[in-house]
């Protein structure tokens, strides 16, 4: 097992700079493009990451911490997102998402002992059991997950044009 509760928050803590770097002070299209119908766009994508950060990620860590394996997760609905949109720019729904990844931090590092609460189970209402270092863990790949994603739909804008090179550029191949 490679979990580690330090290197969890090292992670944790840099999505939103990282998204910050990358996608503050671009041009709309680089945020709008997708990689066809019912695909996400960049902007979706980080209406999705503020979605889980309020919904999803430290809700369930409550739950679990208050609840153990007697009564399920709440239900998290990854769709959401894209039923109530944010009209918002990207600079406000980075700069939100940093204001609520910080306090969410705050709230893990003090409700937090590792060796006391890590391996602590609760409920997922599909998987069954699951500990809390899955938990952390998830959160920590989800975040990578999608910083890849992102990514790879604004190399994609640029499929055709990079002609016969696309060869060498596994991230547009298929």
């Known amino acids: ?15 939103p700079r ?6 503050l002070g671009l041009s709309d299209p680089w945020l709008r493009c ?12 980080i209406d999705h990451l503020m979605d889980a950060e309020k919904n999803n990620w ?21 769709f959401a997102h894209l ?5 918002s720019s990207m600079e406000k729904k980075l700069f939100e998402f940093k204001s609520m990844r910080s306090n969410n931090i705050s709230r893990l590092k003090a409700l937090i002992e590792p060796d006391k609460h890590l391996g602590l189970k609760g ?12 938990l952390l863990s998830t959160w920590v790949v989800h975040d990578l997950t999608h910083m890849v994603q992102i990514v790879r739909v604004m190399a994609k804008r ?7 090179w696309i060869a060498y550029l596994g991230i547009l191949r298929k």
């Open 83 to 87: 039923r109530n949109p944010s009209e």
């Open 1 to 15: 097992m490679n979990f580690d509760w330090k290197e969890a928050l090292e992670m944790l803590e840099r999505t």
């Open 18 to 23: 990282t998204l910050e770097s990358l996608l």
């Open 123 to 134: 409920l997922h209402p599909d998987f069954g059991s699951v500990k809390l270092s899955e």
């Open 34 to 45: 997708n990689e066809g119908e019912g695909t996400w766009n960049v902007s979706e994508v």
């Open 158 to 164: 640029y499929t055709e044009d990079v002609g016969p």
């Open 58 to 78: 430290m809700r369930r860590i409550e739950w679990l911490l208050a609840n153990g394996e007697n009564k399920p997760f709440p239900p998290f609905d990854r």
